[in-house]
Nanobody, 126 residues
Framework: QVQLVESGGGSVQAGGSLRLSCAAS????????MAWFRQAPGKEREGVAS???????DYAASVKGRFTISQDNHKNTLYLQMNSLKPEDTAMYYC????????????????????WGQGTQVTVSS
């Protein structure tokens, strides 16, 4: 059974940094895509950053240059380093994965992902 468990959320002042982690277990796949999504109250879920087994990445325009997605395959862990945080980054952040992805790019559409974590809250105060 696939499990994705996020951690690392919290409260930080604007300009600060956080690193989110997503521990994945219960799968064996050489082709995959993984991503971070976020959802603020009253807003739709949006893709933040994605990565695949080829190392291809993609970022939402709003976080490009501030956030970095990475993975540690030995630890089966996905990371999201978030720098220069802004109040508008406040949201619940979710880890997502698909273990049948074979394309060279990493998708940022939620419909491409089959597995989801429970989320970790990030709050940025001004």
């Amino acid at each position: 059974q696939v499990q994705l468990v996020e951690s690392g959320g919290g409260s930080v002042q604007a300009g600060g940094s956080l690193r989110l982690s997503c521990a994945a277990s219960g799968y064996t796949a050489s082709s995959y895509a993984m991503a971070w999504f976020r959802q603020a109250p009253g807003k739709e879920r949006e893709g933040v950053a994605s990565i695949n087994n080829f190392g291809s990445t993609d970022y939402a325009a709003s976080v490009k240059g501030r956030f970095t997605i990475s993975q540690d395959n030995h630890k089966n862990t996905l990371y999201l380093q978030m720098n220069s945080l802004k109040p508008e980054d406040t949201a619940m952040y979710y880890c997502a994965a698909d273990f049948t992805w074979t394309r060279w790019w990493a998708p940022l559409r939620s419909s491409e992902y089959s597995y989801w974590g429970q989320g970790t809250q990030v709050t940025v105060s001004s």
